[in-house]
Nanobody
């Protein structure tokens, strides 16, 4: 079982930055791909970014939704059981509850699915 807790959300002005953290419990966390998702009021939950599991080497794959490419960066620190989402150049449209999820298959994350989900953290971007 993997337990996830998001943190780092808050209120920022447009153009500002926030860094989100997804802290995980579980010895096999590095075996999971992890994604970030967001859900704005009245809208469906959308894929934001994902990062591949650790495969015993240094390489990994990171993918992003077109809406955040060039602005958001996903990274992970397996030693700390944490995945990060650095969000720059924030826009009011980025306002949402942000969730992280872990999955054994990256394809699940890209289809807005996961094996384990956190409870979310609110990100609000003012004009």
């Amino acid at each position: 079982q993997v337990q996830l807790v998001e943190s780092g959300g808050g209120l920022v002005q447009a153009g500002g930055s926030l860094g989100l953290s997804c802290a995980a419990s579980g010895r096999t966390f590095s075996s999971y791909a992890v994604g970030w998702f967001r859900q704005a009021p009245g809208k469906e939950r959308d894929f934001v970014a994902s990062i591949s599991r650790w495969t015993g080497g240094w390489n990994y794959y990171a993918g992003y939704a077109d809406s955040v490419k060039g602005r958001f960066t996903i990274s992970r620190d397996n030693a700390k059981n944490t995945v990060y989402l650095q969000m720059n150049s924030l826009r009011p449209e980025d306002t949402a509850v942000y969730y992280c999820a872990a999955a054994l298959s990256e394809s699940l994350l890209r289809s807005v699915r996961g094996d384990y989900w956190g409870q979310g953290t609110q990100v609000t971007v003012s004009s």
